[in-house]
């Protein structure tokens, strides 16, 4: 594999569907171009991503017309993946929808534990599950209307999720007032009087405005008619996680976690991902207001972030330390456990075993899911805990050797500009690692 462009995202994007929404986390799209082109896939060999987060490896893939799936955990993540497929497809005539939208939107019968009043006051908060279910209504035949969307997300197509996309904006947007300097995070309004009552109308003008922008900065890239049609989109949804290996439609996307992904044993003909850098970030608590559009409440949320891998939260077990996570993952663990500061031996001890558990059992599930000398291409980033060095990049390579993976390449990439650093100079080591998988 020659050295790809670097997987660290370009600075504010002010063109393309990247720009559709800011999300902090995954690779660019160079780099996975470069990948794919230095990898000399077999035209049906089909790609994966089981952390795809906003969907730069199966848009690129679709954009190249290679086979693709990418699953992530986090559904309001898959939405937004599966807008980016529309992409390219977008049309002036999503205005027009957008406008029928705001139209059908009624005032839905609302759960008595509404998500969205954790920020919303009552008549806000239904005018926008009013436009959440407008869209549901509208773009997605198969939901009910009192089904939560979040248990539709797999069954989405790229249309509906451009508007959930337009509706995530608009969200955003009027809550700017609960953002803080921490990216990661979203703060709650104390009590009633703190939240936030927008009129009708101002959400509706809002959204619409989304819509536009969307609509004209996808323009910019050259959408439209020109490209390959786009009949299917508007006709079929894109395969979700029973069918995962159906992409004629395009790539297949759904929820599904990295330790139990929907193929057969050695089925997978190479995997393009990043997973979770070990710093604590909580993307479901900063994606929290998009889970709440999307139906999910507090133990939906909880139950999330307990699951992600990375996540700040701590769960009532705890894993042991596991031999085949390597020398260096077993060094640093020893440090933390006896760093001076408060509770590093307990909080951040279980925090880090959770993680490298995780992450380890997400290896052993790709080379279940791998075809024997199949490449797994894995961008990671080390990190410190204190002054601890992290050597994360060292530790997943001898967690892929344990799995019996060859490590067949390695190009390493300095940045500061990162998540999660210590200090302003603090420089992290991002690596692109190429492994083949034995047998």
């Given amino acids: 594999m020659l050295k790809p462009r670097t997987p660290k995202l370009p600075g504010e994007p002010r063109a393309g569907t990247r720009s559709w929404y800011k999300y902090y986390a995954g690779f660019s799209a160079d780099f996975v171009r470069d990948v794919l082109a230095g990898l000399d896939l077999a035209s049906d060999e089909l790609v994966i991503d089981p952390w795809n987060g906003s969907g730069t490896t199966t848009a690129v893939a679709d954009e190249l017309g290679v086979p693709a799936w990418g699953g992530d955990i986090n559904p309001a993540m898959v939405v937004i ?37 954790t920020w919303f006051r009552g008549e806000a ?52 007032p609960f953002r803080c300097s921490n990216p990661t995070w979203i703060r709650r309004p104390k009590d009633d009087h703190h939240r936030l009552f927008p009129a009708a109308r101002t959400i509706s003008d809002a959204f619409r405005r989304h819509v536009k922008r969307m609509v004209a900065i996808d323009a910019k890239t050259g959408a439209g008619p020109g490209f390959r049609a786009s009949s299917h989109l508007r006709q079929a949804t894109i395969s979700d996680s029973t069918s995962p290996l159906d992409s004629r439609n395009g790539p297949a996307l759904a929820v599904a976690e990295s330790t139990d992904l929907p193929f057969e044993a050695d089925s997978v003909g190479t ?44 769960r009532a077990d705890e894993p042991a330390i596991d031999s085949n996570w390597g020398r260096t993952c077993k060094t640093f663990l020893t440090a933390v456990k006896r760093h001076s500061s408060k ?60 799995v019996g993976w060859n490590v067949a390449d390695r190009h390493n990439y300095e940045s500061t500009r990162h998540i999660g650093r210590v200090h302003r100079k603090t420089k992290a080591t991002e690596s692109a690692l190429l492994f083949r998988k034995t047998g």
């Fill in 81 to 117: 993946a599966k807008a980016r497929l529309l992409g390219r497809r977008v049309q002036p005539s999503e205005i027009s929808l957008c406008e029928a939208i705001l139209k059908s939107s009624r005032s839905p019968v609302l759960r008595t534990d509404e998500p969205l009043r």
């Fill in 271 to 314: 995997v393009v991902t990043s997973p979770p850098y070990c710093t604590r970030i909580d993307y479901a608590v900063a994606m929290s207001a998009e889970l709440a559009i999307l139906g999910l409440g507090e133990a939906g949320l909880r139950e999330l972030r307990e699951a992600m891998i990375g996540s700040s939260t701590v």
């Fill in 125 to 176: 908060a239904v005018h926008l599950r009013a436009l959440e279910r407008a869209i549901a209504t509208m773009l997605d035949p198969g939901s009910s209307s009192r089904e939560l969307a979040v248990s539709r997300v797999g069954a989405l197509s790229p249309l509906a999720a451009f508007f959930y996309l337009a509706l995530f904006r608009t969200v955003r947007q009027l809550l700017k």
């Fill in 343 to 402: 509770a590093s031996a307990t909080y951040y001890l279980r925090n880090h075993l959770q993680y490298f558990d995780g992450l380890f059992r997400s290896l052993r599930e790709l080379d279940r899911v791998l075809k024997p000398g199949a490449p797994c291409v894995l961008v990671v980033q080390d990190s410190r805990y204190k002054e601890i060095h992290n050597d994360l990049p060292t530790i997943v390579v001898e967690m892929a050797e344990s």
